[in-house]
């Protein structure tokens, strides 16, 4: 095998492939990426990991056409040390495979290029397209909420609910769920289907999409992929039903708060610094046309700041794990957010004040009132504003 | 021919021969009698009762029941139906065969066995009180035999002493009666005490569906079948796959001929077959029953009839260890990455990647490396290498240095203050070889150069995604993240033991299936588990859900927590009682909440892990004795880079 590459394209096409490559894994062939060139202008690079896989199409000059198998990390450390304006050739000799570039040359540990196991190729049963950049945004609201380990195999992934050419994606790790919705166009959209992708490929998807351009999703009963551009994810879906969660959206609210999300969010940071690991909470408490953040733990003192809110419902005080509160906030677009609840230990619902598409169900935190002097009326007005 | 059901005492010769030695001892030894004598008699629902901290037990079977002119003789030592020459030894087809049980039980408790024989009209009911000679008369009964034990121990006062806890003993009654339940999947199993049935299992059950119901319904994914025979010996059953295995042996349940048996040689080489599958401490989940002719095994070796020797041990091993490896290499243990591909152009049909397949490459096909590197022109690197690399080498030595230190000190545990005098003595904080060692003057030592300059230490990043490094003033402080956060999280939990705690519902709450056996001891253990902010709930069975977990471990693993506290209170079954289980939930707790090694974490996070440990002014080796945490002071980096002549 000869391949010939300009070092700037083999280079983009060796990140995302090693990306998938896990070379931790005791399997050696899943620390490998496979060079293949079969056509004359064009080779693919493919890794994979246990449930995701990856295969790159990067323009090329065949000269001899074959395949080999590079050790996934070292190959894209080197290439990417190459000129980038230069050319780059591959090639193999026996057993051996050597990266050639001007007076640069690597030889490399390889594996036979057979036992690299097979693309299978894919029958969809659904298939639809969307803009990389509504992905994207789905990505960036719910993927914070997929856990990177549980023990409910299910949760390891985000839920992708098709509903004719709605698409709803829903992430949770049990104590806060992510929930948002875009549209997607499709000749045949289904009237119903659920699948569960796992977090490594929506890891890897977010690192790759792009403002521009569409994203080809297709999916059957066992597996999903995603096309942009020369660029093709196949992965294994997770198997099982994502938990119902519908059940634990409420429906109805007693009552609401709005509130101005940057200084809000400004709030909490400030409160953090007050609350440890012990408390891990801060407490939010609307009266009249004000919420007050109250951070405090033992070591670090006691934190209290105002800000203007619109209370609908009445007072009311409830707590949240503070980093929920953060990723959260950061996560909502628009300037006004909108906290709807019911009680301070019943689910509450974080959202955007005008967009219908994406909001989060937080769990509060039920804090153990202290029994000392010092809870009753801590902070009076003149402290406030000192 | 052995004429049935009819019971004889043994001839004193005979009994001499037969292994002896006390059978009772505990409320589990006399259950493990009484169901055996049950399975014995044919019996097809065997109902245990427990009451009374299992003081009282009673056991019902619908076997063949006792012929009323038997039943004195039923409690005479060495009277059995069960053999009458000591070749019948060799022939043995039931459990008992000593006929020593009901007498010993006689012996230390109130006694009331009331019974019918299969096809008689009248029954008849024995009493019998320990001293004194045992009353019959004729009784309405059903048929089967009702074993009804009472005060077990109430004469012996030193025994009833040493017995454990409730909780620990009735676990060991449902180990005892899960090992008899997973063999006889004809017989329907109940367990019971005054508030729950513990164990309920149909009779006439399919083998696999008995395992599954008895090692929790998680189980039901991972059993795999096991077949083997070679040369008169069979081995049928199950073995769990990998992902479902245990910190101990406990859950390697073996048979031979049916007689659940502990034999270490027989779990090592399940261990063995598993090799390569398992990470170390890490135990296999097997129900094995081995079939030989009866000749073939020696049963009589161990009055509790637990032990049994084979006649062709490594005959024995060999087919059991090929089984079960044959089991697991058939299985597709690994991830399945191509599930539903069709052959290729490369024209490969490789469908399904076999463990045995990716095995061959592991070992077999290693990356091949270019051999020629020699003839090419390679720098070596220089001795002056880049500043950043010396300091890397120094630091390893010296942590070899301090690791040496450690096994030194720990050597000299006698005279502690011995100072290890080594080019750079590297010392754990808080544990500083000062002539005085007050802990608290060190600690306080420790802690003004964490702080030196009044400042956090400042973290600069991670090594290998396991230590945290960071400038503390002028010094450099190594943290093991993990090591480091434990003993944070244990100091934590261990002191709000006391207080009550945040707690973060679940919006899910997490459904937890334990082992049978484990039942009761977790259901005691809820409210220790409330108390410490994780909110338990017994879902009915095997299952249990968590509603709620501590606030500051939003995180937290807690079925690794259930699962770890239920290992650890069947490990300490035989001694341990629920107070030593309380502290190691607490240790457990601490280990699964903590950032693993190998975690990635982000600055922000480095830097509220640093402020929480300097804060919480915690000890600075883990309750095992290592370190967490270790300063290199700038006059040690000084002496290190030769600045200073020390
Ligand atoms: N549940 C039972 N059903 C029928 N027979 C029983 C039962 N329990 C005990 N026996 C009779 O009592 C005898 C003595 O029992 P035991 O003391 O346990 O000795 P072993 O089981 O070694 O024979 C048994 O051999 C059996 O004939
Ligand atoms: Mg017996």
Same mark, same amino acid.
């Given at each position: 095998m000869r391949i010939q590459f300009k070092v700037a394209e083999l280079v983009r096409g060796a990140e995302v492939a090693q990306s998938v490559a896990n070379p931790q894994s005791t399997m050696p062939i899943l620390a490998q990426i496979l060079i293949k060139g079969d056509h004359n202008n064009l080779a693919s690079l493919t890794a994979m990991d246990y449930d995701v896989r990856v295969r790159v199409e990067v323009p090329a000059e065949v000269e001899t056409k074959g395949q080999i198998t590079v050790p996934a990390r070292t190959f894209y450390d080197f290439v990417r040390e190459l000129p980038s304006d230069s050319d780059v050739v591959i090639e193999t000799k026996g057993e051996k495979v050597t990266v050639t570039c001007r007076d640069i040359r690597g030889e490399m540990a390889t594996m036979p290029a057979e036992d690299f196991p097979i693309w299978p190729e894919m029958e969809p049963k659904l298939e639809f397209d969307m803009a990389q950049k509504d992905l994207q945004e789905v990505l960036d609201r *719910?993927?914070?909420? *997929?856990? *990177?380990?549980?023990?409910?195999?299910?949760?390891?992934g985000a839920l992708f609910e098709i509903r004719k050419t709605q698409l709803t994606v829903v992430g949770t790790d049990g104590k806060i769920l992510a929930c948002a919705r875009q549209t997607i166009s499709s000749e045949k959209p289904p009237k119903e289907f659920n699948a569960i992708v796992p977090r490594k490929l929506l890891e890897e998807l977010d690192r790759n999409l792009n403002d521009e351009g569409l994203v080809s999703v297709a999916f059957n009963d066992k597996q999903v992929s995603f096309r942009l551009g020369n660029i093709l994810y196949l992965s294994n879906q997770v198997e099982g039903n994502y938990p119902d969660y519908n059940q634990v959206?409420?429906?109805?609210?007693?009552r609401k708060f709005h509130i101005q999300k940057p200084p809000l969010l400004a709030a909490i940071r400030r409160a953090a610094i007050f609350t440890d690991q012990r408390q891990n909470s801060v407490m939010l408490e609307f009266r009249g046309d004000k919420v007050a953040i109250l951070a405090d733990s033992y070591d670090r003192g006691r934190f209290y700041e105002e800000l203007p809110a619109v209370v609908e419902g009445g007072d009311f005080r409830v707590a949240f794990n503070y980093k929920f509160l953060q990723d959260v906030l950061k996560s909502l677009p628009h300037e006004e957010v909108l906290l709807q609840a019911n009680q301070p230990m019943t689910p509450a619902i974080w959202r955007s004040e005008s967009a219908e598409d994406c909001f989060y169900v937080v769990m509060p935190v039920r804090i153990q009132e202290r029994t000392e002097v010092e809870e009753q009326q801590p902070y009076d007005e003149s402290e406030g504003e000192a | 021919m052995l004429q049935e059901h009819m019971i004889r005492i043994l001839p004193a010769s005979l009994v001499n021969k037969i292994a002896a030695g006390e059978v009772i001892v505990r409320p589990a030894s006399v259950v493990k009698e009484l169901v055996e004598n049950a399975v014995d008699a044919g019996a097809q629902r065997i109902v245990i009762d427990l009451a009374n901290s299992c003081r009282d037990i009673r056991v019902r079977d619908d076997g063949c029941g006792i012929a009323r002119e038997d039943l004195p003789k039923a409690l005479l030592r060495h009277a059995t139906s069960k053999i009458e020459r000591f070749e019948d030894l060799w022939q043995l087809r039931t459990r008992g065969f000593r006929g020593e049980a009901l007498a010993s039980i006689a012996a230390v408790a109130r006694l009331t066995i009331l019974t019918r024989q299969r096809g008689e009209l009248a029954g008849a009911r024995l009493q019998s009180e320990p001293g004194q000679e045992p009353i019959v008369e004729a009784a309405g009964a059903p048929e089967g035999t009702d074993v009804w034990v009472r005060d077990l121990f109430f004469n012996t006062p030193v025994r009833l002493k040493f017995l454990k806890s409730p909780a620990s003993e009735l676990q060991l009654i449902l180990y005892m009666v899960t090992r008899q339940a997973l063999i006889r999947p004809d017989i329907g199993f109940v367990v019971a005490n005054e508030r729950d049935t513990l164990l309920e299992v149909p009779p006439q059950q399919p083998w696999r569906d008995r395992a599954v119901a008895l090692l929790g319904m998680e189980a039901d994914q991972h059993l795999l079948s096991v077949e083997g025979h070679r040369q008169g010996i069979h081995v049928r059953g199950f073995a769990a796959a990998p992902a479902f295995s245990r910190k101990d042996r406990r859950f390697q349940y073996f048979f031979v001929n049916g007689r659940p048996i502990t034999h270490r040689m027989l779990s090592n080489v399940v261990q063995q077959a598993y090799k390569g599958l398992l990470m170390t401490q890490r135990f296999a989940v097997v129900i094995l029953n081995i079939e030989l002719p009866p000749q073939e095994v020696d049963v009589n070796v161990h009055p509790t009839k637990e032990e049994v020797r084979f006649r062709n041990e490594a005959m024995v091993l060999g087919v059991v260890h090929r089984a079960v490896q044959e089991s697991l290499a058939g299985a597709n243990l690994l991830p399945t990455i191509s599930l539903s591909s069709p052959p290729g152009p490369e024209g490969r049909q490789d469908e399904l990647i076999s463990a045995s397949h990716w095995f061959a490459h592991s070992t077999g096909a290693r990356p091949t490396v270019p051999g020629d590197f020699t003839q090419w022109t390679m720098q070596t690197p220089?001795?002056?290498?880049t500043p950043g690399e010396h300091e890397l080498s120094r630091l390893v030595a010296a942590q070899r240095e301090f690791d040496l230190a450690q096994q030194a000190q720990r050597n000299q545990e006698s005279c502690l203050n011995t100072s290890v005098e080594s080019p750079c003595s590297v010392h754990p904080l808080g544990q500083?070889?000062?002539?005085?060692?007050?802990p608290t003057t060190a600690q306080a030592e420790a802690q003004a150069l964490l702080l030196s300059g009044g400042e956090y230490p400042e973290p600069l990043g991670q090594v290998a995604d396991c230590y945290i490094v960071a400038r503390a003033g002028e010094n450099l402080l190594l943290i093991d993240q993990h090591a480091a956060h434990e003993r944070l999280l244990y100091m934590q939990l261990r002191e709000r033991a006391q207080e009550k705690v945040n707690t973060q519902p679940l919006l899910l709450p997490v459904t937890v299936d334990v082992p049978v056996e484990a039942v009761p001891t977790i259901q005691a253990l809820t409210r220790e588990f409330t108390a410490l902010?994780?909110?338990?709930?017994?879902?009915?069975?095997?299952t249990f859900v968590v509603q709620s977990v501590p606030a500051d471990l939003p995180s937290i693993d807690v079925g690794g927590v259930l699962m770890d506290v239920v290992d650890d209170s069947l490990a300490l079954g035989k001694e341990g009682d629920l107070d030593s289980l309380r502290d190691r939930i607490l240790t457990r707790m601490a280990c699964r909440g903590a950032i693993k090694s190998g975690q990635k974490l982000s600055l922000d996070e480095m830097r509220q892990l640093v402020r929480d440990i300097v804060d919480s002014r915690m000890g600075f080796t883990c309750p095992h004795g290592r370190p967490t945490m270790i300063l290199l002071t700038r006059a040690q980096l000084d002496r290190q880079f030769k600045r200073v002549v020390s």
């Open positions: *719910v993927l914070f909420t *997929v856990p *990177v380990r549980d023990m409910r195999k299910t949760l390891l959206i409420p429906k109805q609210f007693a | 220089s001795a002056g290498g500083q070889a000062s002539p005085e060692p007050s902010g994780l909110h338990v709930e017994h879902f009915g069975g095997t």
